[in-house]
C-alpha cells in the first residue's frame, strides 16, 4: 500500500497549510491542512489493503495460425472474504490490458474474456497480473501481483501444395506415401493422430509434454530437401517475413505429406537441436524464429552441402552481392529453387544460374506459381 502522486501532493499541501496557518495564526489553513491529512486517511482506510483474489488463466485456442482469432479468459474468484472492486493489469507478449471489476460475493467467479493479437506469430504470454486497489479520490491505492501464465502459440500458416519432382527417384512411379521399413529413419517428433503405429510412441516427450506424441519416419531413399529461410533483417522486411515464413512451413509440410526427409536451416544459423538432442518440429522452429541481424551468407554456404539433395532457398529482395552467394550455396544442389516473397518489389527478380526462380508477393500466391514449376 502507496500513496499515489496524487497523495503525496495532497499530504505535502496540507503539511504547508498547517504549518502556515499556526505560524500565521490563520484557522483557514488551519482547516485546509487537517482536511487534507483526514482525506489521506480515511483513504488508507478504505483501501486498507491489495485485493486477495485468485485467478486462473485459458488460453482458447492454446495453439492457432496466423491471423486466426485466439482468446484468452481469465477467472477472478475471492481467496477469502468478499472482493472489493479492484483494476486487474495483465501484460500480453509486453503489452498492458486493463479491466475494471467490481466487488465479487465469497463463492463467486467472474470471468472476462479479451482477444490476442495474432496478426504476428510467436509464443505469445499472457501474465504476470497486477491487481490494484485505488480509494475514490486516487490518493492511496494497493497493489499484489499474481504469479502465473498462459501462452498462445501463434504459428505460421500452411498454405496446400505438393511437392515438386526433385533429386533421384529409385522408384520410377515417383513419391508415394508408403515408407519402406528398411530404408526409415527417425526425421522429428509430432502429434499423435489417429492410425498412427503405437510402437512409435517416444513415451519421455509424451510424458514431459502431457500429449501423446510420435517419432516421424521417413524414407531415406527419397533425396533430402534442405529448406533455407533467409532471416537477415537487410533482405526481408518485418510483414514479407511473415510471408517467408509461411512459405517455408508450406514447403515442409508437403514434403511432410509426400513422405521426403527435409531439413530446415536459418540463414542466421539459429539451428541448435532440441533437448535431450531431439530434433524441434519445423512448425515451432518457424513460430519462434525472428528476424536477425546477421548480414552475411557465408556460414550457410559453408555449412551446407548438396550431396544429392534438393534445395529451396526462400528470401526477400536480395542484391546483387547476395545473389552471388546464393549461388555459391547452390552449387551442386539438384534441382535448386530460390524463392523471392517480396510484397512491394522494387527490383527485378532475377535468379542466378542453375537455379529456378519463383517470385511471389505473399505465401497465398505462392502455391500457383510453384506448381506452374512442373
Known sequence: ??????????????????????????????????????????????????????????????????????????????????????????????????????????????????????SRRGNLVAGPMLLRRVDPFGLVQAERRIGGTCTVSVRPRRHPLSMLPSGRFRDLEGPTREVSKGTASFHQLREYVPGDDMRHIHWRSSARTGTLVVKQLVDTTR????????????????D??????????????????????????????????GSDGVPIPFIDRLTSVTRSDTDSLMEVAEAIRARGRSLVFITGELGAGDITLVNRVAQGFSPAYLVSVVGDRRIPFIAPPGMTGIGAASAAEFPGHWSSVK
Open 1 to 118: 500500500m502507496r500513496l499515489t502522486r496524487t497523495g503525496i501532493g495532497v499530504v505535502v499541501g496540507s503539511i504547508l497549510f498547517l504549518v502556515g496557518g499556526i505560524a500565521l495564526g490563520l484557522s483557514p489553513l488551519v482547516g485546509f491542512g487537517a482536511a487534507g491529512i483526514v482525506a489521506v486517511l480515511i483513504a488508507l482506510v478504505f483501501v486498507v489493503e491489495p485485493p486477495s483474489i485468485d485467478v486462473h488463466r485459458i488460453a482458447n485456442p492454446p495453439t492457432v495460425e496466423r491471423g486466426s482469432p485466439a482468446m484468452v479468459t481469465l477467472e477472478f474468484r475471492p481467496a477469502r472474504g468478499r472482493a472489493r472492486a479492484f483494476t486487474a493489469l495483465e501484460t500480453v507478449a509486453g503489452e498492458l490490458r486493463t479491466a475494471s471489476l467490481p466487488a465479487i460475493a465469497p463463492g463467486h467467479v467472474v470471468p472476462i474474456m479479451y482477444e490476442i493479437e495474432t
Open 223 to 238: 533425396p533430402e530437401v534442405v529448406v533455407v529461410v533467409d532471416n537477415r533483417r537487410a533482405v526481408v522486411s518485418a
Open 240 to 273: 514479407d517475413f511473415e510471408e517467408v515464413v509461411e512459405v517455408a512451413a508450406s514447403i515442409l509440410q508437403a514434403a511432410e505429406n509426400d513422405g521426403f526427409p527435409a531439413l530446415l536451416i536459418f540463414a542466421d544459423g539459429a539451428n541448435e537441436p
